[in-house]
C-alpha cells in the first residue's frame, strides 16, 4: 500500500478571512468596503480555481488590495462562482474577505464590528481556515493566479494601447 504524504501548513497564522452574507452586488459592497475600511480594492481577473470533487475549473469574482505600509494584502473574493460555491462548507456565506499578513486580535475585531453596521451586510463571521477542506488546493490556485496576473501586467508596456 503506498504511503501518503501531507504537507501540514499553518495558514491560520499568515491568513484572516470573515465570511460575509449580503444582498448586494460584489462592486457594490467592495465600494462600501473601501470607504469604511479605507481600502483601495480593485477588481481583478476572475479568480480560477479548480475543484477536485467535481473535477472542474470555476472562477470566482476577485479583488485585491496590496497595503506595504501595512505589509497586508486584502482578498475580496465571491463564494458563488460560475460552477457552484468556492467553500461548499459555508454555502451561506456570499462573499470573503482575506487578509494575508499578521492581523492583531483587537484588529480583526475591528474589522469584524465595522463589517457588522455596514448597510450592506447582514452577516459576519471569522472563519478557522483549518475548518475548510480543500484550502491546500485554494491556496495553491490563488499563488498560481496571482503569478500569472502581474506576469501580466508587467509584460504591459506603457503606451503600448496608444494610437501614434
Known amino acids: ?3 501518503k504524504l501531507r504537507l501540514d501548513s499553518d495558514y491560520d497564522q499568515d491568513y484572516t478571512l470573515i465570511g460575509i452574507a449580503s444582498h448586494q452586488r460584489d462592486y457594490r459592497l467592495v465600494w462600501s468596503l473601501n470607504e469604511k475600511l479605507n481600502l483601495h480594492l480593485i ?8 475543484q477536485d470533487k467535481k ?9 485585491y488590495d496590496d497595503d506595504p505600509d501595512t505589509f497586508k494584502t486584502w482578498f475580496f473574493i465571491s463564494n458563488m462562482g460560475s ?3 468556492l ?9 470573503f474577505l482575506m487578509i494575508k499578513g499578521v492581523v492583531p486580535e483587537d ?3 475591528e474589522i469584524v464590528h465595522a463589517l457588522f453596521v455596514n448597510e450592506y451586510v447582514l452577516k ?3 472563519i478557522a481556515l483549518s475548518s475548510i477542506s480543500n484550502i491546500d488546493n485554494f491556496f495553491s490556485d490563488l499563488e498560481m493566479e496571482l503569478m500569472e496576473m502581474f506576469k501580466d501586467k508587467k509584460n504591459q508596456k506603457p503606451g503600448k494601447d496608444k494610437k501614434e
Request: aromatic content about 16%; proline content about 5%; glycine content about 2%.
Open 1 to 3: 500500500m503506498p504511503k
Open 43 to 50: 477588481k481583478m481577473n476572475d479568480l480560477k480555481i479548480f
Open 55 to 63: 473535477n472542474e475549473l470555476n472562477t470566482f469574482s476577485f479583488y
Open 83 to 85: 460552477n457552484g460555491p
Open 87 to 95: 467553500f461548499t462548507e459555508h454555502k451561506q456565506t456570499n462573499f
Open 107 to 109: 484588529l480583526k475585531t
Open 124 to 126: 459576519v463571521h471569522s
